[in-house]
């Protein structure tokens, strides 16, 4: 059960633009998605294959993965195996391409980064990352709006009937331009927005009982099922992380 692998999210209001995952032995594997910050990965026993935007890494221990905001991916075990990794999650206008990185020097300076994290080393463990940026992504007008029309209402969004007449297009038109601009479907980006929305919240303090309505959920069912299979964790483990600080 998720409930049962050890993980563990650090977060400190000294950092307020760094989270850090920690998770042990997971064979969870989680949809595609995406995150507003900059997402550097690494992979300590096992194997993980990662899908990003559209291309497969395959990771061992020893590996960083480097995944760009709002790029589109997948971490998921191989055959089905444990493995154990760490993330961390950083706002930052920095954004290289997504890549795997094979350095013993910097996984090294890597682990030592996430064993004391402060502004002055999450700045230098940028700084020591490969150079390239990704590529900027023009949205079409239709999946702008789209986009913009279910971060204004997660709760009740118009159906994509609905937005498909008022953009006059066909409904398979409507999610096949989307697919195509962003990398997730439809449904996916507004589930993906639920959950982004859900997990602020939860770092806020919020009751658990009223996050998933707050998101857009019917019910707590509802809720818990998504919030797993988009992020491999149970609301209550991410509810629950702890202070950075709690760690020295």
Not at 64 to 91: F, K, T, W
Not at 111 to 133: K, N, W
Request: glycine fraction near 4%.
């Amino acid at each position: 059960m998720t409930r049962d692998i050890p993980q563990t999210f650090w977060r400190s209001p000294l950092l307020p633009w760094v989270e850090l995952r920690s998770t042990w032995q997971s064979r969870q594997a989680y949809k595609t998605h995406s995150h507003a910050q900059l997402s550097i990965g690494a992979i300590v026993e096992g194997q993980t294959r990662c899908v990003c935007n559209g291309e497969t890494y395959l990771l061992s221990p020893g590996d960083l993965i480097i995944i760009p905001a709002h790029a589109p991916h997948s971490c998921n075990p191989v055959d089905g195996q444990p493995r154990s990794y760490h993330m961390l999650y950083i706002e930052t206008d920095f954004q290289p391409a997504p890549q795997i990185v094979r350095s013993e020097s910097l996984f090294r300076h890597y682990l030592q980064a996430i064993e004391d994290l402060s502004p002055h080393v999450v700045e230098t463990l940028l700084a020591a990352l490969p150079a390239g940026s990704v590529q900027s992504v023009t949205l079409r007008p239709t999946s702008q709006q789209l986009q913009e029309t279910f971060l204004e209402n997660l709760v009740a969004p118009p159906s994509l009937d609905a937005l498909a007449h008022r953009f006059s297009l066909r409904k398979e038109t409507l999610i096949r331009t989307f697919k195509q601009d962003t990398g997730l479907t439809p449904v996916t980006f507004l589930n993906n927005a639920r959950i982004e929305f859900a997990k602020m919240r939860l770092r806020a303090g919020a009751d658990l009982a009223d996050v998933g309505y707050q998101s857009g959920f019917a019910d707590q069912s509802h809720f818990h099922r998504t919030f797993v299979s988009y992020t491999a964790a149970t609301p209550r483990q991410y509810a629950t992380g702890r202070s950075i600080s709690d760690n020295n």
